[in-house]
Nanobody, 129 residues
Framework: QVQLVESGGGSVQSGGSLRLSCAISGYTYSRYCMGWFRQAPGKEREGVATIDSFGSTTYADSVKGRFTISQDNAKNTLYLQMNSLKPEDTAMYYC???????????????????????RGQGTQVTVSS
């Protein structure tokens, strides 16, 4: 059974940094898309960043240059380093994954998006001004 467990959320002041982690277990697929999306109260989900099984990354324009997604395959862990945080980054952040993808799907569908086949329970990030 695929499980994703996030950690690392918290409260910071504007301009601060946080690193989110996501421990992923229960999969053996070699082709995948993993990422983060977020949802603020009263707002729609927003895709934040993705990384595919080849290590290619993509970012939403709203976080480009400030956030960095990475993975440690040896630890089966996904990370989101968030720098220069702004109050508008306040949201629940979810780690998510699409697994067992075709090669074409990895190249064409792995972009920031608001939903994936699997997701964790979320971790709250609050940025105060």
């Amino acid at each position: 059974q695929v499980q994703l467990v996030e950690s690392g959320g918290g409260s910071v002041q504007s301009g601060g940094s946080l690193r989110l982690s996501c421990a992923i277990s229960g999969y053996t697929y070699s082709r995948y898309c993993m990422g983060w999306f977020r949802q603020a109260p009263g707002k729609e989900r927003e895709g934040v960043a993705t990384i595919d099984s080849f290590g290619s990354t993509t970012y939403a324009d709203s976080v480009k240059g400030r956030f960095t997604i990475s993975q440690d395959n040896a630890k089966n862990t996904l990370y989101l380093q968030m720098n220069s945080l702004k109050p508008e980054d306040t949201a629940m952040y979810y780690c998510a994954a699409d697994l067992n993808l075709s090669l074409e799907s990895v190249f064409t569908l792995c972009r920031p998006k608001p939903d994936f086949g699997y997701r964790g329970q979320g971790t709250q990030v609050t940025v105060s001004s």
